[in-house]
């Protein structure tokens, strides 16, 4: 059974990376390993994380790397190359994944012998969802030309790192996230 990297950058997340955690290891797909890279925080992250990794008595390895900041790209780039996984899932510090959501990926680029795949995501705002952003595609359209159909219509794949799941070899060969640009790196991954 192939490995799932579990990429999360964290910078100033201490209140939000437990909840983020705590969705990770409850995935029903059985072979994962988290990495946490705390990006030069100024609050308690990496102590907090530390201390939910010394408290964790579960079946995933969890890894905990501290560094300079970077910045998301970086603290991205960073992660990866911990990282042993045959896919690579980045998933920011304040987020949520559903629990079969790995599993479903995995089943879905293995089916279909891709080297990449989107899953759809929600937005809350005060514990409700607002927003339901699926990934609509269109036949016989590139890839690239379905994501700026979703910028000038609102509808077609959406760029976003946290709803991708890449094949390690397709990571490599795209080189990584530029850590030249300060936002808007998933857009140009």
Sequence with gaps: MKLVSVIVPAYNRQTEIIQTL??????TYPNIEIIIVDDGSTDNTYEVAQEFIN???????ILLYK??????????NSGFKHSKGDYILFFDSDDLM???RC???????????ADACAAAFY?????QIVETVTHQTYPNTSLINQMLFFYLKGSGIR??????????????????YDIRLRSNQDIDF
């Excluded at 408290?55 to 390895?61: A, K, L, Q, T, V």
């Excluded at 760029?159 to 990584?176: A, D, H, I, N, V």
Aim: proline content about 3%.
């Design 103 to 113: 599993e479903i990926q995995v089943k879905s680029i293995e089916k279909n012998h």
């Design 98 to 100: 559903l629990p079969d």
């Design 67 to 76: 560094q300079e900041n970077l910045g998301l790209a970086g603290a991205r």
């Design 123 to 127: 937005r809350q705002r005060d514990g």
């Design 22 to 27: 705590k969705t990770i290891i409850v995935q």
């Design 55 to 61: 408290n964790y008595d579960g079946r995933f390895e």
């Design 159 to 176: 760029p976003s790192s946290q709803s991708w799941m890449f094949t390690r070899e397709l990571f490599e060969r795209m080189g990584g």
